[in-house]
């Protein structure tokens, strides 16, 4: 049986690890990078997110999972830091951190904010395919 602190520490870890499965799959935003990625012709998933935001937080496991699907690896992944890259953030018109703005060559084809729902998160990423 699991006590409280066996639950904390192991949703902890388990957070932390998808924390790390998604930073390796995504590569920090940079114009070069989003513009080889959007002439791929992958989907491309741009997400702005922030390290004290819990709405990212939560976002991070949900996306792992999908984008370790088979229908989803092909993403181009590119992290926005919400604090550090302002210009950015202003550029993808961003108004806050937990927007997630997916694309398909040059046209956006949706985005949200603030979405920690799992199944509307998949809709998301599924606009691009």
């Known amino acids: 049986m699991l006590d409280r602190r066996?639950?904390?520490?192991?949703?902890?870890?388990?957070?932390?690890?998808a924390t790390v499965a998604l930073?390796?799959?995504?590569?920090?935003?940079?114009?070069?990078?989003?513009?080889?990625?959007?002439?791929?012709?992958?989907?491309v998933l741009v997400a702005v997110h922030a390290p004290w935001c819990p709405t990212c937080?939560?976002?991070?496991p949900i996306l792992s999972s999908l984008l370790g699907q088979p229908r989803?690896?092909?993403f181009v992944v590119l992290d926005v830091d919400f604090d550090s890259q302002?210009?950015?953030?202003r550029e993808v018109q961003a108004r806050m951190q937990s927007t997630l703005i997916v694309y398909r060559g040059k046209?956006?084809?949706?985005?949200?904010?603030?979405d920690t729902n799992g199944a509307s998160i998949e809709a998301l990423l599924a606009k691009a395919l």
């Not at 937080?57 to 991070?60: G, L, R």
């Not at 956006?108 to 904010?113: A, D, I, L, M, Q």
Request: no cysteine; charged share 20%; hydrophobic share 50%.
């Open 23 to 43: 930073s390796a799959a995504a590569a920090p935003f940079s114009a070069a990078a989003f513009v080889a990625a959007q002439a791929s012709g992958k989907p």
């Open 6 to 17: 066996s639950f904390v520490l192991g949703s902890g870890f388990a957070v932390a690890a």
């Open 107 to 114: 046209e956006e084809r949706g985005r949200s904010v603030g």
């Open 57 to 60: 937080t939560a976002q991070k």
């Open 86 to 89: 302002k210009d950015v953030v």
């Open 72 to 74: 989803f690896r092909d």
